[in-house]
């Protein structure tokens, strides 16, 4: 059996993987660098939900306007 290292992706005790934890940039330092490419992840990631949630929030609101035209 493969010993557990860098590249296994399961932790062999528990038999799960690994998740990502959230950096906090006000607590550890980081470079510019990654300071720049923390903010294009973010902005990748609104970029991607944005048409959805505003798809979901005209439908809401189309619903509660139907409703209060309904009372």
Known sequence: MASSGAGDPLDSKRGEAPFA???????????????HSMRQAELAQWQKVLPRRRT?????????????LAI
């Open 56 to 68: 979901r929030n005209i439908v809401t609101g189309l619903g509660i306007g139907a409703l209060v």
């Open 21 to 35: 934890q959230r950096i906090d940039p006000t607590r550890e330092k980081l470079t510019p660098e990654q300071l």
